[in-house]
């Protein structure tokens, strides 16, 4: 047994790897559009046009996957009165934990949209 607790503390580690932070998801994902479609400048996107994405993109994800988004998004959002950025944070770091961050925003780049400033966007 002494020779398989070390073994068995170093897959618990791998297995219960921490969450990122919101701060951090964000980063990754504005890190993503940089690399995907920096020419687009999807990072301005105003919240709620990214909630919208964000919505249509779940239509793909099976249910266990949803409660996890759900959960992500309920501890954002808890004790915040009103507002989409807490939906998209949790959607964010949800993705991460899913390893579907790459996904979704490649499929947001496909999107024919262009922004210009802060909540400033169009379809060229």
Known sequence: MKKLLPILLCATAFAAAPDTTPRQARAAFEQLL???CP???LELLAPADLLNTIEDYEL????EE???VHKYQYRAC?????GATCDNTGFLQAAIKLNRLDHFTAKLCTQPILCT???KCSMP
Request: hydrophobic fraction near 40%; glycine fraction near 0%; charged fraction near 20%.
């Open 117 to 119: 400033e802060q909540s």
């Open 34 to 36: 940089k690399d995907q």
């Open 39 to 41: 020419q687009k400048h």
């Open 66 to 68: 949803m409660a996890l």
């Open 78 to 82: 808890h004790n915040v009165a009103a």
């Open 60 to 63: 793909t994800l099976n249910a």
